[in-house]
């Protein structure tokens, strides 16, 4: 008879885990945004370090710490960080748990709708902003496709679109 060893004791769950875990799991339905104050290492194993870029956010044109990571489930993803603690998570095409018209049902109507655009094509009221939830979703308004997420900590529609709104248009250099 062979014996196993027990199984490590569970970590109590912290607010930065759970968020991490819904991260993860792609599952936002009862998402009520980013802990303030989660390190970058506690959230993605990333240190917050000279590797981080600076990028503005805005209608201030803010500059964030911003660091690529991998998720899985997620295109490109970036966290987004400032007084060392990770206040924003910006990722493109979730595969949204449940799916979006489920999510949608929990999020209920958003505190703003604004228009964005998509590189260079224009989605009028795609951009579904529920600030106080800490969570933007970005659709196609034409199929209800979900092109974005992005996560950060709970605020005012104000001040997502004045401190942490991501610019999506191409530029000209």
């Not at 990333?46 to 295109?75: C, M, N």
């Not at 529609?157 to 991501?166: F, G």
């Amino acid at each position: 008879m062979t014996t196993q060893s027990p199984a490590p004791p569970a970590q109590p769950s912290t607010p930065c885990g759970a968020a991490k875990r819904a991260i993860e799991s792609r599952r936002f339905i009862g998402w009520h945004g980013l802990p303030a104050g989660c390190a970058p290492d506690a959230m993605f194993g990333i240190q917050l370090d000279d590797t981080w870029g600076l990028q503005p956010l805005g209608s201030s044109f803010e500059k964030l710490r911003s660091h690529l990571v991998e998720l899985a489930g997620y295109g490109r993803s970036l966290a987004y960080a400032r007084d060392g603690a990770v206040v924003m998570v910006d990722a493109m095409a979730p595969k949204l748990d449940g799916g979006w018209p489920a999510l949608a049902a929990d999020l209920g109507a958003p505190e703003a709708t604004f228009d964005w655009i998509f590189g260079t094509i224009a989605m009028p009221a795609g951009e579904r902003v529920y600030a106080r939830r800490g969570l933007t979703i970005y659709l196609n308004p034409e199929n209800q496709a979900v092109a974005y997420i992005t996560l950060y900590v709970p605020t005012t529609v104000d001040d997502y679109a004045r401190r942490l709104r991501p610019p999506r248009e191409k530029r000209k250099h």
